[in-house]
Each structure stands twice: as structure tokens, then as C-alpha cells.
């Protein structure tokens, strides 16, 4: 830990920096660690993208579709308890 720094702060610099992204972002941003067990209800906010993908011959109605949660830099993601 730096002079006059916390370790949580240190933890938060460490994690951004580890998915490529300035660690000054830990100061003006909150982190908290939770375990999030099956049958746990949450709620995820942020923004969706819903792709769409042909998988054989399958009428237009039943495509696959697959949802990704993306992070914006308008639009933050957050996951919190319900």
C-alpha cells in the first residue's frame, strides 16, 4: 500500500488496470466485492444489445437470439440486489 493510500483503493487500481483501464477510474468510481449465489435474485441495469443469428433452417419467429449486457460510458452497468 502507497503512503497515505487504502487498500481498498490499492485492490480497485489493481482490478482496473487488469481489464485495460486507467487506475485513476478506481478513484471516481465504487467497487463492492458480493458473492452472488444461484437462486439470489439481482437486478442488472444498464444497456442491452440483442443479437440475432440465423441457426438452420428455422422459421424468422424462432431465431436465436442472444443479449449482451454492455457498459457505456453514458449508460454504466450496475448490478445490485433486488
Do not use: C
Not at 444461484?38 to 440483442?50: C, P
Amino acid at each position: 500500500m502507497r503512503a497515505g493510500g487504502s487498500a481498498k483503493l490499492d485492490l480497485e487500481q489493481s482490478f482496473v488496470a487488469r481489464h485495460g483501464q486507467p487506475a485513476d477510474l478506481a478513484r471516481n468510481s465504487g467497487f463492492w466485492e458480493v458473492v452472488i449465489a444461484i437462486g439470489d435474485r439481482i437486478r442488472v441495469q444498464g444497456r442491452a444489445l440483442v443479437e440475432a443469428y440465423d441457426a438452420g433452417e428455422r422459421p424468422y419467429r424462432d431465431v436465436v437470439r442472444r443479449v449482451r449486457i454492455l457498459a457505456h460510458p453514458g449508460y454504466p452497468l450496475t448490478i445490485g440486489r433486488r
